[in-house]
């Protein structure tokens, strides 16, 4: 079974300004940031399974 | 808690409000997670099925009138949304699936029934966020507050400072929400740029975004605001100040430009975190205190009633096609960062000087 691709991660709640902009990456801190969605899109994908049995 | 998903053209979207973050994940995960998708509908690529997030002005009264202000003049005619009328494009928000709403103004706290509308939203499992000038915020009403995903103040000038302070310490303290800070990057802000980082960071502000002004018919004439954020100088400090004081740093759209030329970062990081330029009529509208939606906040012209808003319409209008597909110089074809930047700002007194290559 294909396992699909996580393509970007938004972090945070981005709303609350006049534009499209992002966050300045904060280096390695903001790498570790990342992965708090990442693991959470991969949890719902378990939860899912799961779920189907 | 807001949680939602969509499908989009590239796949689907997964926004969560805490942790908040929106993921985008390709077809095949889209179909793990479950997201249905409308098999009538065709996405073009590029385009978002509909807005993410729209910029709700509730009113155009305000308590402030900031010098340069975009939007709002004393003489102007003041007016609220009425409140069924703001409920009506809320339901049709609902129905286009947007994530959030972001209300704004005018000074949005001067509307008679914002905690009403914000609960409305809410309760339509769309996050509502809001942007003000805190002079109201006191302790009878900043308990309210909590009923708002993000909460930012407004600092235009230094003198709001330790009316922003006070209105930061009763949201941290009865709504719970650490605020973020807008920052106006003007001739008066910039040269204390590091004292205003230093303010924040002491006052435990979540994070700061750093707002480019810009000229529209409202402020027309006002130039002596606006700074040089052509050079360099500005993306080095704003990046230093980041680093020395752990802040979490948002810049507005309209200068992705100047970030991808000067910022050092790479095409992969920026898209890596959706780091991107011009995303009006895209990822996210601007709605008015009529009702009636728009590109982007300071984009005069208007497009049709938010009330009524379709997802053919939104994908086939021509106004808003050309909005999209606009290109700030003959340069953007060639340059390497065309996908994320989109073309550059639409306010026509706005360029660049690019191309950059990746």
New interface residues.
Partial sequence: M??????????????????????????L??DLV?L???Y??MA??VM??NKKG | MVNKTRREW??GL?F??K????????????????IVKDENVILPKNLFSTPM?A?FALTTRCNLFCEGCYNTKPDDNFSDIPLEKAKRVIDNLTNLNLF???F?GGEPTLHPNLFEIARYTREKNI?P???TNGRTVSPENAGSFDVF????LSLHALKDIPYIEKAAALIVKFAKIKP?L?LLLTTETLPELENIFKWAKKNKFS?I?C?RYKQTEKNKGISHLQIDDSTEDVYKQ??AL??RY?M?????????QD?AKY?N?SHD????????????A???I?IDVNGFFKP???WKETMGDAESLTQDFWINDVKLNAFRNYRDNEGCGSCGYLDLCCGGCRLENLTCGLPVSK
């Fill in positions: 294909k396992r699909g691709k996580i393509l970007k991660v938004r972090p945070f709640n981005m709303a609350n300004f006049s534009g499209g902009s992002a966050y300045l990456p904060l280096d801190f903001f990342l708090i969605p990442y959470m899109l719902l994908i899912g399974r | 590239f796949g997964v969560r409000e942790p908040g973050f929106v993921g985008y994940v390709d077809d095949v995960m889209a179909d793990r997670l479950k997030d910029h959030s709403v972001s704004g996050l966020n809001i942007t995903g993000n909460v930012h973020g807008n994070k975004l707002l704003i990046n980041r680093k752990k979490k740093v948002l810049v507005d759209c309209s200068m992705f970030i910022g970062l990081q920026m898209y890596k975190v959706d780091f991107n330029g011009c995303q009006g895209n990822a996210y601007a982007c906040s300071f």
